[in-house]
């Protein structure tokens, strides 16, 4: 479902605070998908439940976060075409930052971008992997601007996710694609100063006539 629908769905539900029913402890169920939920601060993040979405928080400034499996037969797209499918219906697109790495055994990627719903701008970062059949996806969203405030608790829910019993290694083998140069002035060491040049040989000088 494209992640515009399954906001909707959420601004309708923004006055019935309820865990998804599907969420039983750590891992949330729905017929043979099960996957774990790290838990959040609940005193930052209200548990939301709305059609179309798995599991869903409001937090600070109006920001969203949510995590959901769609388990159907979809082919097998890139996680770059997945991720432009949730993406269906935001407007003024501008890809930020994007990254890939290893979660639960699989090649996942996570990318951000600047935005507009329905002519409101937004910091939105979704996150996308592909496991037994099902591809799983993980969304934030924020004003624009605001998108680093909370950015912590999207890492908790990627890092806390497995659909095993065996506790979450969290991401590894992470590349950043796309980035721009980084500068020395950006906190990271300034390339080594090039070698002098050796001076040019000179001729030798001669004694005149004497």
């Given at each position: 479902m494209g992640l515009m629908k399954r906001l909707a769905g959420l601004v309708v539900a923004l006055g019935a605070a309820a865990c998804s029913s599907g969420l039983n402890g750590a891992y949330f169920k729905?017929?043979?998908?099960?996957?774990?939920?790290e838990a959040l601060?609940?005193?930052t993040w209200r548990p939301l439940a709305f059609e179309g979405n798995d599991v869903a928080w409001l937090g600070p400034n109006g920001s969203v976060l949510a995590m959901n499996a769609t388990c159907k037969d979809f082919g097998d797209p890139s996680l770059e075409v997945l991720t432009t499918?949730?993406?269906?219906?935001?407007?003024d697109r501008e890809l930020k930052e994007r990254k890939t790495f290893v979660l639960d055994g699989r090649d996942a990627l996570?990318?951000?971008y600047t935005a507009k719903l329905d002519g409101v701008?937004?910091?939105i970062t979704v996150a996308v992997l592909k496991k037994d059949g099902c591809v799983h996806d993980f969304t934030y969203?924020?004003?624009l601007g605001h998108g680093?405030?909370?950015r912590a608790a999207l890492d908790q829910l990627i890092d806390g996710f497995t659909t095993t019993d065996l506790k979450p290694q969290g991401r590894t083998a992470t590349v950043r694609l796309g980035t721009p140069e980084v500068r020395p002035d950006d906190g990271e060491a300034a390339p080594p100063p090039e070698a002098p040049r050796e001076p040019e040989?000179?001729?030798p000088m001669t004694d005149g006539p004497g």
């Open positions: 729905k017929g043979e998908v099960r996957y774990r939920v601060d609940r005193s499918h949730m993406l269906l219906g935001f407007t996570e990318s951000t701008p937004i910091d969203v924020a004003p680093l405030e909370q040989a000179k001729a």
